[in-house]
C-alpha cells in the first residue's frame, strides 16, 4: 500500500510540475520548431544511442572483470536499451538499473546481490565522471552575471576541484574492494576515461538543440549546467525525473539570460530524445521477451 500511494504521489508530483512548467511557456515560441529542425532531432537520438554504447563498454569492463564468465557487448547493449525504456516512467533517472540488474542475474546465472553491486559500480562511475566535469567546469568558464559563487567559494577553492575531485579515485577503488570487487589504479583510469566521454552524450544534445534556437550560449555553459541537472533528475521524487529535469534547466539556463520558455522547450525535447531511445529499448524488450 505504501508503494501505491508513493507511486501515486511522484505521478501527481511530476504531473504538477509539468503543468506548472507549461504555463511558463510562450507557445509563441513552438513556430520556431520547423522541419529543419528534424535532422537536429535525429542527431540526439543518435548521440544518445552512441553514449549508451560508450556506458555499456564500461559496463562490460566491469562484468568481464567481476564474472566468471564473458557477456556479448550486443547482449549488455540490449539490456542497456531495455532500461532506457524502463526510465522513461520509472521513479528517477534510474528505474532502468533495476531491469539490467535483474536481467544480468536471471539470464546469466548471477547472483542478484553481485549483479546489483556491478549495476550500481557502474552507475557510481558515471556520477564520479560528472563529478570530474563539473569540477573542470569551474577552472574555465566565467559564470553568469549575478551567479557569484566565489562568495561562497574561494577562487583557489574552485581551481584546485578537480584535483579534489581526482584525488577521490583512491575511494572509488576502496568502495568496489569492500564489495569484493577488486581492482587497481589502471582498472579505475580506463573506467573514469570511459565516463567522462559517456557523459558528454546529454551535454552535446543541449548544445545541439541551443545552437538551433540560435542561443547565444558556450558550450561550457553546458558543461556546469548540465551535471546538476542530472544530479536533479536522479532523485526518486517524480517519474523518470520529469519536471524535475525541465525545472532544473530551464532555471540554471535563466541564470545566462536565456528565455524561460527556450530553455523548457529544449529540456522538453531532450526529453522527447529520450523517450524515442526508449521506444527503441522498448522494440528489444519485445524481442527478448
Do not use: C
Not at 501527481?12 to 520547423?34: E, G, H, M, N, W
Not at 568481464?64 to 550486443?74: G, M, Q, W
Not at 540488474?101 to 550500481?120: G, N, P, Y
Not at 572509488?172 to 589504479?185: A, H, S
Amino acid at each position: 500500500m505504501r508503494r501505491k500511494v508513493a507511486l501515486y504521489l511522484k505521478i501527481f508530483f511530476s504531473l504538477a510540475l509539468i503543468v506548472f512548467l507549461l504555463t511558463r511557456i510562450d507557445f509563441t515560441q513552438l513556430y520556431k520548431l520547423k522541419f529543419s529542425f528534424i535532422p537536429y532531432f535525429f542527431g540526439g537520438i543518435t548521440i544518445s544511442l552512441i553514449a549508451i554504447s560508450i556506458m555499456t563498454y564500461r559496463w562490460k569492463i566491469l562484468t568481464d572483470n567481476y564474472l566468471k564468465i564473458k557477456i556479448r557487448l550486443k547482449q549488455l547493449y540490449q539490456y542497456y536499451l531495455t532500461g532506457s525504456f524502463f526510465n522513461i516512467f520509472l521513479p528517477g533517472a534510474i528505474g532502468g538499473d533495476v531491469v539490467r540488474t535483474q536481467r544480468l542475474s536471471t539470464r546469466h546465472d548471477v547472483k542478484v546481490k553481485k549483479a546489483t553491486i556491478i549495476t550500481i559500480a557502474e552507475r557510481f562511475a558515471g556520477i564520479y565522471g560528472l563529478a570530474i566535469i563539473l569540477a573542470f567546469s569551474f577552472m574555465f568558464m566565467n559564470f553568469p552575471e549575478g551567479f557569484q559563487i566565489q562568495k561562497f567559494v574561494p577562487d583557489w577553492l574552485l581551481m584546485l576541484s578537480p584535483v579534489i575531485v581526482l584525488a577521490f579515485s583512491p575511494l572509488l577503488k576502496w568502495i568496489l574492494k569492500k564489495r569484493g570487487l577488486v581492482t587497481n589504479n589502471r582498472f579505475i583510469l580506463q573506467i573514469t576515461a570511459i565516463s567522462l566521454l559517456a557523459q558528454m552524450g546529454d551535454i552535446t544534445i543541449a548544445w545541439l538543440f541551443s545552437q538551433y534556437f540560435g542561443l547565444n550560449l558556450n558550450f561550457t555553459a553546458l558543461i556546469f549546467i548540465m551535471p546538476f541537472v542530472y544530479i536533479a533528475t536522479v532523485l526518486p521524487i517524480s517519474l523518470g525525473g520529469l519536471g524535475i529535469r525541465e525545472g532544473a534547466f530551464s532555471g540554471l539556463m535563466m541564470l545566462y539570460g536565456i528565455d524561460t520558455s527556450i530553455a523548457i522547450l529544449i529540456s522538453l525535447l531532450m526529453y522527447l530524445v529520450k523517450v524515442a531511445v526508449g521506444v527503441i529499448g522498448y522494440g528489444v524488450y519485445l524481442k527478448g521477451r
